[in-house]
C-alpha cells in the first residue's frame, strides 16, 4: 500500500487532457506505470485466488515485487479502485486509437479485479451483476421453454421408441474415439486446423505447443499459454471421448483459438509496444469472454459447417474407425447441442443464486444435455469453480461471430481480416456491442 500513493500522485501531475485541462492529446507513456501496477496487483490476487492468474510470462521483477509487497485482499481491491479512479471514466483521445484501447481495456479489466476481490472478501453478487462486473457482459435469459423447443428438434432427429437422453447417449455411444486412437485422431485435426489457419494469418515464427493427457480435473481442455509463443494444451480423458472433440479442440485450444490469440496480442502488444499488461492474463476478467469466444468461433471460422462434415466424415471417421454414414446426422445433432449449451447459463444462474439445490441443478442438466449423472455432477464442479464465467464459451463465441460477420460480411478474407484484428488487440465485450 506505500507504494500507490506516490504513483497516484506521480501520474495525476503528468495527466494533461484528462478531464480537458489541455487541448493537446494525452501522452500514451502515462499508462506504462499503472499497467505495471496492474501486473503487480493481479500476481497479488493470485496468491489468495489459485485460479486468478491464468498466464504470465512478463518480467520475473514484477513477481519479485507482488510476492515482496504482498497486499490483503481488501489492500488489492483499495489499490486497484485507486488506479481506476486515476484513469478516469473517460477515455481520452489518443492520437493513436490502439492506445485508447489500451486505456480502456486497463480501466475495465481494473474493475472486475476490484470485483473478484469484493466476491474473495465474502461479498455475493447475482450471476447477471458478477457476469457484468467481471466479463462486461448481459447474459440473455432464456426460458425453459425455448430449450423445450430444442429437445423437440433434436428427437425428431433421434427417432425411436427409448426416452430421448437414452437414443442421444446410444447415438453418440457409437461416436467415441477408441483410447488407442485419441493421439493421432487428434493430432490430425491440429494440423488441418493449423493449415487452415495458416492460409489466412501469418503466425510468428517458432510458435508451437505441447500436448499433454490428464485425469481428474473439471475442465474438458486447458491451454497454458507459457509466453514465447508456446501453449502448454492439456485434454482430460477421464469421459470417452467423440470425434467431435477433434477438431474441437484442435481450433479452440490451438490454431485458430487460444494458441494463436495468445500468440498474435504477444507479438503484437509485448513485443513491438512493451505492454506488459497483456503479458498477464487474468482469468476472471472481461479478456476470457474474448479469449473464449474467439476460441469458439475460431472452430466456426476455421471449418465452416459444410467443409467440416466432409474433414470429419472422410479423415477423422475413418481414422478413429467410425461409421461415416453418422457424420451429417451427428453436425445436425451437434447444431442443435450448441443451442442447448446456453441451459448451462440458466443452471448456473438458479443454481449460484440459491434458486435451485445440487441435486436439482443436475437433474436440469441431465434433462436439457441429455448427459449422465456423472457427466452432469462434472459439469456442477466446473460451476462451483468457475461460476458465471460459463457464459464466455457461448454468449463470447455469439458475440464475436456476430462482429465478424458484421465487419466481414460474406467475404472470407474479410472476415478473417476482422478475426485476425480482434485477436492482436487489447479489444473488451463492449467493443463488440
Ligand atoms: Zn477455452
Not at 31 to 54: C, M, Q, S, T
Request: charged share 25%; aromatic share 10%.
Amino acid at each position: 500500500m506505500r507504494r500507490l500513493p506516490i504513483l497516484c500522485a506521480l501520474l495525476l501531475a503528468g495527466c494533461g487532457g484528462e478531464r480537458g485541462a489541455s487541448p493537446s492529446a494525452p501522452d500514451p507513456a502515462r499508462l506504462d506505470p499503472i499497467a505495471r501496477r496492474y501486473v503487480v496487483l493481479a500476481l497479488e490476487l493470485g496468491h489468495h485466488d489459485p485460479n486468478f492468474v491464468d498466464a504470465y510470462y512478463g518480467p520475473d521483477s514484477l513477481k519479485a515485487a507482488a510476492d515482496a509487497e504482498s497486499l490483503s485482499v481488501p489492500q488489492v481491491r483499495a489499490a486497484a479502485e485507486s488506479l481506476i479512479a486515476v484513469l478516469g471514466d473517460r477515455i481520452p483521445t489518443y492520437a493513436d486509437s490502439l492506445v485508447g484501447l489500451r486505456h480502456q481495456y486497463l480501466r475495465v479489466q481494473l474493475g472486475a479485479m476490484a470485483t473478484r476481490a469484493r466476491m474473495l472478501g465474502g461479498e455475493r453478487l447475482s450471476f447477471d451483476q458478477e457476469a457484468r462486473a467481471l466479463y462486461d457482459a448481459e447474459p440473455p435469459h432464456y426460458p425453459p421453454a425455448h430449450f423445450d423447443s430444442l429437445l423437440a428438434r433434436l428427437d425428431s432427429l433421434l427417432p425411436g421408441r427409448e426416452p430421448l437422453d437414452a437414443r442421444y447417449q446410444r447415438f453418440r455411444g457409437r461416436l467415441n474415439i477408441p483410447a488407442s486412437l485419441v493421439d493421432t485422431v487428434f493430432k490430425t485435426a491440429i494440423a488441418a486446423c493449423r493449415a487452415r489457419t495458416l492460409a489466412h494469418l501469418a503466425l510468428p515464427p517458432g510458435e508451437r505447443f505441447d500436448l499433454e493427457y490428464v485425469k481428474g480435473t473439471s475442465w474438458n481442455a486447458y491451454n497454458w499459454y507459457k509466453g514465447d509463443y508456446h501453449s502448454l494444451i492439456q485434454v482430460n480423458l477421464d469421459f470417452p471421448i467423440p470425434i467431435d472433440r477433434a477438431v474441437d479442440l484442435a481450433c479452440h485450444e490451438g490454431y485458430p483459438g487460444h494458441h494463436v490469440y495468445n500468440a498474435l496480442l504477444e507479438r503484437a502488444l509485448v513485443r513491438e509496444r512493451g505492454w506488459v499488461e497483456i503479458s498477464m492474463y487474468a482469468l476472471f476478467s472481461p479478456q476470457s469472454l474474448i479469449a473464449e469466444g474467439s476460441a469458439n468461433f475460431g472452430i466456426d471460422i476455421a471449418f465452416p459447417p459444410a467443409e467440416r462434415v466432409a474433414f470429419e466424415r472422410d479423415s477423422l471417421f475413418p481414422l478413429a474407425g467410425l461409421d461415416t454414414a453418422l457424420a451429417g446426422r451427428n453436425a445436425a445433432v451437434r447444431q442443435i447441442m450448441e443451442r442447448l449449451n446456453y441451459a448451462r447459463n440458466e443452471v448456473a444462474r438458479r443454481y449460484l443464486d440459491g434458486e435451485l439445490d445440487a441435486a436439482a441443478a443436475q437433474a436440469i442438466m441431465q434433462r436439457y444435455w441429455l448427459v449422465t449423472p456423472e457427466a452432469a455432477a462434472k459439469t456442477l464442479r466446473f460451476i462451483d469453480t468457475y461460476r458465471s464465467y460459463v457464459i464466455n464459451y457461448n454468449l463470447g463465441r455469439d458475440l464475436v461471430a456476430a462482429w465478424v460477420e458484421r465487419q466481414g460480411g460474406d467475404d472470407e478474407q474479410a472476415r478473417w481480416a476482422a478475426f485476425r484484428a480482434l485477436l492482436s488487440a487489447p479489444h473488451l465485450p463492449r467493443d463488440l456491442r
